[in-house]
């Protein structure tokens, strides 16, 4: 079985120019997360999907930041324009549907570096 | 609001001597605990949980964690540390039912240092 896949798996931008980053969960997986980790802490959550429903983005910068899950598959992640301060690595997650009982699954992350 | 904190930034063990890395939770009602590992350049992979039962969990590659109410933690261990044990491992917790979801936080991770 595939695991979460995600591209790329760096990103070098100037500021001020937009970015965007691919998840694809795994087969059957109904919920998808959207995490930030920043250099020295553990994930934080930006978004959660279940289906292609956004049930809880609470914490997604929403003046630079968006995302969208078409079909309940795939999803993307985008920064509109980027800061500085966006730099870290971006991490997509799924699970079966979030009871809160099971472990996620983790793609490899893309490491974005704003200059 | 729940929160999690790993108290060292860094556990330094050597090969085959047994390993703990700490972790305290704080949540309102009961807690679903996780500790996940991270290995360079990689994405964080599950290792094991607590949900209810048994105080003593195991999970993958031989680690186990021990739940502790009274002392809120849930400490992560292996008897006989390897060299491929080196990596970031992070806690999380969230708070369980009753009530709706409730987001996972995760700790800022402890590194583990395995040395030959």
């Known amino acids: 079985e595939a695991g979460v896949v995600q591209s790329p798996r760096y990103k070098i931008i100037e500021k001020k120019q937009p970015v965007a980053f691919w998840c694809n969960p795994i087969s059957g997986h109904n919920t998808l997360y959207w995490y930030r980790q920043n250099l020295g802490q553990g994930p934080e959550l930006l978004i959660r999907?279940?289906?292609?429903?956004?049930?809880?983005d609470s914490q997604l910068p929403k003046d630079r930041f968006s995302a969208e899950r078409l079909k309940g598959v795939d999803s993307t992640l985008k920064i509109q324009p980027a800061e500085l301060g966006d730099s870290a690595v971006y991490l997509c997650?799924?699970?079966?549907?979030?009871?809160?009982?099971?472990?996620?699954?983790f793609g490899s992350g893309t490491r974005l570096t704003v200059v | 609001a729940q929160s999690v904190a790993q108290p060292e930034d860094q556990v330094n063990v050597a090969e085959g001597n047994p390993l703990t890395v700490k972790c305290t939770y704080s949540v309102s009602g009961n807690p679903y605990l996780f500790w996940y590992v991270q290995y360079p350049n990689r994405g964080l992979q599950f290792l094991l949980k607590?949900?209810?039962?048994?105080?003593l969990v195991k999970g993958s590659y031989g680690f186990e964690a021990e739940f502790n109410k009274s002392q809120t933690s849930f400490h992560l261990k292996k008897p006989s540390a390897l060299v491929s044990d080196s990596a970031l491992y992070f806690c999380a917790v969230r708070e369980g039912p009753p009530g709706g979801y409730q987001k996972v936080t995760f700790g800022i991770g402890t590194k583990l240092q395995v040395i030959p």
């Open positions: 607590y949900i209810t039962g048994d105080n």
């Open positions: 999907y279940e289906n292609e429903e956004a049930v809880d």
């Open positions: 997650a799924s699970s079966t549907r979030d009871r809160g009982r099971d472990g996620y699954t």
